[in-house]
């Protein structure tokens, strides 16, 4: 079945620090694949996507390329601030009959000033 | 993308209670979905909500237990069944269109307590 794997948080870091969060994936087909975020006491917001290979989607400073060849989303952000303090979630949606989204685990990201 | 909203944001309940939570929507959409995300876990989803017809349930999750409704394309409703402190979690709803279905958005989640 579909599997997401993040590195394992928490991850801390100082303000204008680089960013990455490794996430890879086991899918069926060509998943769309997704970065979710979630801030402390909120839903989730919809960060980023991309749906096929060699896709970047960026949003906010944050990019993720869509590696096939390695079924990677990795992360980044070249200059993090405070504000992104926040967890954030691997995701891949393979469609299907119910368009499930599958999540990693989170990564809890603190960014200190 | 369009508004999502939850009641209640949050609640205390007690063993052996039942709790209704709404999802509304600002417009029409395709798909909804009920994720459940357990204190410090990821994100598993419930089931996807049909406007019309019967839930369709993951594994491991049961009507009797999470009855769902969804009278129409912009409302829905989640129960949880006579909860136990396991239940104890954040329950969100997601939307999706046709055409899109692959993009999930989220409203802002019910943060249940069952004590």
């Known amino acids: 079945g579909d599997s997401v794997t993040q590195m394992e948080g928490p991850v801390t870091l100082s303000e204008e620090a680089f960013l990455t969060i490794n996430c890879t994936y086991t899918?069926?087909?060509?998943?769309?694949l997704f970065w979710y975020v979630q801030y402390p006491g909120e839903g989730l917001q919809l960060l980023l996507k991309?749906?096929?290979?060699?896709d970047k989607g960026s949003n906010k400073g944050f990019e993720a390329t869509y590696r096939k060849e390695t079924t990677s989303f990795h992360l980044e952000k070249g200059s993090v601030q405070v504000s992104d303090s926040a967890v954030y979630f691997c995701a891949l949606n393979s469609g299907g009959s119910n368009y499930k989204l599958t999540f990693g685990k989170g990564t809890l990201l603190t960014v200190n000033p | 993308s369009a508004v999502i909203s939850q009641k209640p944001s949050r609640d205390i309940c007690q063993r052996g209670t039942s709790l209704t939570i709404q999802c509304q929507v600002d417009?029409?959409?395709?798909?909804m979905f009920w994720y459940r995300q357990q204190p410090g876990q990821s994100l598993t989803l419930i089931a996807t909500a049909n406007q019309g017809s019967e839930a369709t349930y993951e594994s491991g999750f049961v009507i009797d237990k999470f009855p769902i409704s969804r009278p129409n394309l912009t409302f829905s409703t989640l129960t949880v069944s006579n909860m136990s402190p396991e239940d104890s979690s954040i329950y969100l709803c997601s939307v999706a269109w046709t055409g899109g279905a692959d993009t999930q958005y989220f409203g802002p989640g019910t943060r249940l307590t069952v004590l």
């Open positions: 899918a069926t087909g060509y998943p769309s």
């Open positions: 991309a749906t096929k290979a060699d």
């Open positions: 417009s029409q959409v395709t798909m």
